[in-house]
């Protein structure tokens, strides 16, 4: 029987095939003592299975390359952490065996990076990958890994884990369904970079039966399980049209009557600059300079490297404009230098602008070598501030800029109500908004963006936060200013309309949502996402306000 599982889609497209599972089966070691003086020994053993399964990730991730080499070999970095290491060692000591011992080392540390933020909770199930390889290897049984299939097929599993994920065979994957993860979880990073189809957080995926057909759509988060002929074919006709549309929508963003919303990448770095182009975006709309950080948990990067990096991006757009957000360190993305580890609320606490504005050198640090790096290029710099409240955020931030003696045209984010609303006197400090629709819903809300439990407030569609935008843009066009959208909302083709009807003058994606979005908004004319708009907020849900533009949109 046909049966309809909804999560949220990661990765547009459309994929129909039969079911594959994931060995992802949790080896539990038996909590048998060992004698004193067999300790050395697992000791040793343990180690040589760290060593073991570090190698092997690094070797996978040098076939992988590219995004996935960087995630493997930090997984390769995560085995063999010395403090689980020591804490494996202790365990041994007090008479576990080398497996129990890895077993429950890695159970109390991923309980740690659990609680440690969007970013970190994203990499829980790294984690558990290299905990299930080590385990494996010390109990002599096989490797969790991909299915064995000579047939494409869908893969289904709990989550997916880079080590896996990084070896598949795109000819073979059709598209990723997962039961758990989120935007940010490596399933729907990596099936965004395959360019498959994905859902993740489908609660039941892992109850289909192995070999099942399964219809997976990536854009409207839809899974339909068994379907009969009769959908299947619909479903491969309105793929076959998706795709020629969008073969068909080139260029430059615009509305079906010319009128042009430029379409720009968000990136986390170099890397992410040849997807962005072979998409062509027309810029980039949002740089998260955090990943840059991230590597050092003790001190910022050097002024040097951060130019190396920023000018990586530059050079990629000649004529073009780079919207740079300066670091936004706190909350989901802490940082151990900066972020206060006691913050009873960190989302609510010293974060982005907040964070650097007590530390000035960082900021002013950042905003000297991103005047370096664009000296001599003919790219468009503009500089913006994330987590700014209110006028004096902007002031503040706008004298920075010109202290570190910055070419670029500099603005603000608009990811807190109260800037949404006072957006006006905002612009008489800086020269345009970007909203950060990501965070804006959690404030509006007061849902909290790491609990899945309150996904239904985090919905881009609630009619509240559609009245910010609003409110945003029609701050931004009275002052004649631009304001842009780079949160995840602008990656959705419908809302991107709705986004457009409501004045925004331009949106930033992940480089993979670009033709959906670009061929979508061809088919619309202004006027009809001015419609679709006015219509969507005069819904009382974010359901209502999807069906209300998709009839507007549709013609119905
Ligand atoms: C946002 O909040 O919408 C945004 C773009 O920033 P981030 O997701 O990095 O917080
Ligand atoms: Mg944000």
């Not at 049966?3 to 079911?19: E, F, K, M, Y």
């Not at 493997?72 to 970095?77: D, H, I, K, N, S």
């Not at 907020?537 to 306000?545: G, L, V």
Request: charged share 20%; net charge negative.
């Amino acid at each position: 029987m046909e049966q309809t599982l909804r999560g949220v889609g990661v990765s547009h497209g459309i994929a129909i095939g039969p079911v594959r599972h994931m060995g992802t089966a949790v080896l539990e070691p038996p909590a048998e003592q060992i004698a004193a003086h067999e300790a050395e020994r697992e000791q040793a053993k343990a180690r040589r299975a760290v060593e073991a399964v570090a190698a092997d990730l690094q070797a996978r991730g040098n076939l992988a390359g590219g995004e996935a080499q960087a995630v493997l070999e930090a997984q390769a970095l995560m085995a063999q952490d010395p403090e689980l290491q020591a804490d494996v060692d202790r365990r041994i000591a007090v008479g576990s065996s080398a497996a129990r011992a890895v077993y429950d080392a890695f159970a109390s540390y991923r309980a740690l990076l659990a609680q440690a933020g969007d970013y970190l909770a994203g990499r829980v199930a790294d984690l558990d990958d290299v905990r299930n390889r080590i385990v494996a290897r010390l109990m002599g049984v096989p490797m969790p890994g991909v299915p064995d299939s000579d047939e494409p097929y869908v893969l289904v599993a709990q989550d997916l884990a880079p080590a896996d994920t990084a070896l598949l065979d795109p000819a073979l994957v059709l598209g990723f369904v997962t039961e758990e993860g989120g935007p940010t979880s490596h399933s729907a990073i990596l099936a965004r970079a395959m360019g498959v189809p994905a859902v993740v957080a489908l609660r039941g995926a892992v109850e289909v039966a192995e070999g099942t057909v399964a219809a997976v759509d990536g854009s409207s988060g839809e899974v339909v399980v068994a379907p009969t002929e009769e959908r299947q074919a619909a479903l491969r006709a309105a793929a076959a049209e998706r795709k020629a549309a969008l073969a068909a929508a080139t260029g430059p963003g615009r509305t079906a009557d010319g009128h042009a919303v430029p379409l720009l990448a968000n990136v986390g770095g170099p890397a992410d600059v040849p997807a962005a182009v072979e998409n062509g975006a027309e810029g980039v709309g949002l740089f998260r300079t955090e990943f840059l950080f991230l590597d050092d948990s003790k001190q910022a990067p050097s002024q040097a490297k951060q130019v190396e990096a920023y000018r990586k991006v530059l050079e990629a757009f000649p004529g073009a404009r780079v919207v740079v957000r300066v670091l936004d360190a706190g909350a989901d993305k802490p940082l151990d230098f900066l972020t206060p580890a006691d913050e009873p609320n960190p989302a609510l606490g010293v974060r982005g602008l907040r964070t650097l504005l007590d530390h000035r050198e960082v900021l002013l640090t950042q905003l000297r070598a991103l005047a370096e790096a664009a000296r001599g290029l003919p790219v468009h710099l503009e500089v913006m501030a994330p987590m700014v409240a209110d006028r004096a955020d902007a002031a503040a931030f706008a004298q920075a800029c010109r202290e570190a003696g910055l070419d670029a045209k500099y603005g603000v984010m608009v990811e807190i109500p109260s800037a949404a609303l006072r957006a006006r006197a905002i612009l008489g400090e800086v020269e345009f908004l970007s909203l950060g629709t990501n965070d804006l819903a959690q404030y509006t809300f007061a849902a909290d963006r790491q609990v899945g439990a309150l996904a239904r407030l985090q919905d881009p569609w609630q009619p509240a936060l559609l009245d910010l935008v609003a409110a945003a843009a029609e701050a931004a066009r009275a002052t004649g200013k631009s304001c842009g959208v780079c949160g995840e909302a602008a990656s959705d083709p419908e809302l991107a309309c709705v986004l457009t009807g409501l004045g925004v003058t331009s949106l930033s994606m992940g480089a993979a949502a670009l033709p959906y979005v670009r061929a979508t908004l061809a088919k619309h004319t202004l006027a009809q996402c001015q419609r679709a708009a006015a219509a969507a907020r005069a819904a009382d849900s974010p359901e209502e306000a999807r069906e209300a533009a998709r009839q507007v949109l549709s013609g119905e």
